[in-house]
């Protein structure tokens, strides 16, 4: 969703919150209610698709973050050794076929780190029966084996979600078109029938009906969570945003974690990990068009 659609659904909230406000009034007509009623399961069908969105997204990125986390240290980690051993034997071939450290393979991208990881296993195969003094066996590479299967099982679901992903954002689309057309042709036309008896409400009503030009930026929740004592990242912690979106997320190794895209507003928002206390902040604003950061620190 872009910003001109995000303005556009944060309209449509407002829409609906300030007839809901004025309900009194609002139901003394019943065609108006009526689209007022139709107005309410759009904005709820919309949220619906959000919020899906996010879940699915979320959860498959931080399966394939971790996967690829783990792949990098095991990889890394015989990558070390095997090229203390080339160093040894003078072996520059070998130095260049293994000379990856943790950060080099962290930075390749999908279609190079199982091909480079493979490489590196392969090198260190063909010099196995040597290797036994620095501490590779065979159980070493099974453990690299599956590091590499369980990154790959996870490509065909990142490409699936890219395609889910489009065709949440579809449904999102149609359901605005569908929602500008129900406010378009229904609600800004019988409006007027308040304007004799109530003409303070149709001018309020057509303040909030107006679109703000939307921001560049699209709404968003980065944040952070570490050991408070000693700075440390906290991997795994569970971070739930609980307002007019409601969405979970756990942070990632280095403590990372983000929220995107979501509606402004007033939201309580909770950080959970085994082995400190809760954090809780019922009063967390989120602003519109904005990278709202977050640097929380968990007492033990």
């Not at 990856?100 to 010099?127: C, F, G, M, P, W």
């Not at 928002?269 to 602003?287: M, N, P, Q, R």
Request: hydrophobic share 40%.
């Amino acid at each position: 969703m872009n910003s001109r659609q995000e303005s556009e659904v944060n309209m449509y909230r407002g829409v609906l919150l300030f007839c809901q406000n004025n309900a009194g009034i609002v139901s003394t007509n019943t065609a108006f209610s009526e689209a007022i009623n139709a107005l309410t399961i759009k904005v709820n069908e919309i949220q619906d698709y959000l919020v899906r969105e996010i879940k699915h997204t979320t959860g498959i990125s931080a399966d394939k973050a971790t996967a690829k986390a783990k792949l990098c240290l095991v990889a890394s980690e015989i990558a070390n050794i095997v090229y203390a051993y080339a160093v040894t034997i003078n072996n520059k071939v070998l130095m260049d076929e293994v000379n990856y450290s943790l950060s080099d393979l962290k930075k390749l991208r999908e279609n190079l780190i199982v091909a480079t990881v493979t490489n590196i296993y392969n090198s260190t195969q063909s010099n196995l029966n040597a290797l036994g003094t620095y501490g590779i066996t065979a159980s070493t590479l099974y453990e690299l084996t599956d590091a590499i299967n369980d990154y790959n099982a996870l490509l065909p679901k990142t490409k699936t979600t890219i395609s889910e992903k489009s065709n949440y954002n579809d449904n999102i689309i149609k359901l605005i078109d569908e929602t500008d057309t129900l406010i378009k042709n229904r609600l800004d036309r019988l409006v007027v029938v308040f304007n004799k008896t109530h003409p303070d409400l149709v001018n309020t009503y057509k303040k909030v009906r107006h679109i703000d030009a939307p921001n560049k930026t699209v709404t968003q929740i980065k944040g952070n969570v570490i050991n408070k004592v000693d700075g440390k990242a906290i991997e795994g912690a569970t971070i739930s945003l609980i307002g007019s979106t409601n969405v979970t997320t756990k942070s990632d190794k280095e403590g990372n974690f983000i929220f995107k895209p979501l509606t402004y507003g007033d939201y309580q928002l909770s950080i959970k990990a085994t082995g400190f206390k809760d954090y809780i902040d019922t009063a967390f604003v989120v602003k519109m068009g904005k990278v709202n950061r977050v640097f929380v620190g968990l007492e033990g």
